[in-house]
């Protein structure tokens, strides 16, 4: 953490310089002094960071662990909106997940509905997943035919070569 901490700090130095140049950098590394400062529980730090970086589902996870329920809900269906049709596939499974816990207590039919979304989100994830293992796998056993096929052409080749030879002689 602390080594995350200090590395994150060191892009901050970098920010004003290529903030402009890469926008990204300065978002990412305010995120990543948020998510440290939440896993140290320094609560209005993350918020002041995340809030900078405009992290819905930062702000969402520091106000379900401050049991702010409203407020945890309120970002976490905002990163559901946003994110779901960015196909980010992660941030849509957490923001579900907080929005399951924060509403089970209070509105079980809405617990049920973003516990469904976490499941096919869940299942979307994994099943690529799986294809893409599925595909690999098979990209493996072609390239072992492959590697079969041109072994047994260099064999046949190697063998008329030598009759070729014997035959000459």
């Given at each position: 953490?602390?080594?995350?901490?200090?590395?994150?700090g060191f892009l901050r130095k970098f920010i004003p310089k290529y903030g402009a140049i890469i926008p990204d950098l300065k978002m990412m590394s305010i995120q990543t002094l948020g998510e440290i400062a939440l896993k140290r529980?320094?609560?209005?730090?993350?918020?002041?960071?995340?809030?900078?970086?405009?992290?819905?589902?930062?702000?969402?996870?520091?106000?379900?662990?401050?049991?702010?329920?409203?407020?945890?809900?309120?970002?976490?269906?905002?990163?559901?909106?946003?994110?779901?049709?960015?196909?980010?596939?992660?941030?849509?499974?957490?923001?579900?997940?907080?929005?399951?816990?924060?509403?089970?207590?209070?509105?079980?039919?809405?617990?049920?509905?973003?516990?469904?979304?976490?499941?096919?989100?869940?299942?979307?994830?994994?099943?690529?997943?799986?294809?893409?293992?599925?595909?690999?796998?098979?990209?493996?056993?072609?390239?072992?035919?492959?590697?079969?096929?041109?072994?047994?052409?260099?064999?046949?080749?190697?063998?008329?070569?030598?009759?070729?030879?014997?035959?000459?002689?």
């Amino acid at each position: 953490l602390d080594s995350a901490e200090y590395f994150a700090g060191f892009l901050r130095k970098f920010i004003p310089k290529y903030g402009a140049i890469i926008p990204d950098l300065k978002m990412m590394s305010i995120q990543t002094l948020g998510e440290i400062a939440l896993k140290r529980k320094d609560y209005p730090t993350a918020l002041a960071h995340f809030r900078e970086a405009r992290g819905s589902l930062g702000l969402a996870k520091t106000f379900h662990e401050m049991k702010e329920s409203d407020s945890a809900i309120y970002y976490a269906l905002q990163t559901v909106n946003v994110t779901s049709n960015f196909m980010s596939p992660g941030f849509v499974i957490d923001a579900a997940n907080i929005l399951v816990e924060e509403y089970r207590s209070k509105d079980p039919a809405a617990a049920l509905k973003y516990q469904q979304l976490l499941l096919d989100t869940q299942d979307k994830l994994y099943n690529a997943q799986k294809v893409r293992q599925m595909e690999a796998v098979s990209l493996e056993h072609q390239q072992a035919e492959f590697e079969l096929l041109a072994k047994a052409e260099a064999d046949r080749n190697r063998f008329f070569r030598t009759v070729f030879l014997v035959a000459l002689v």
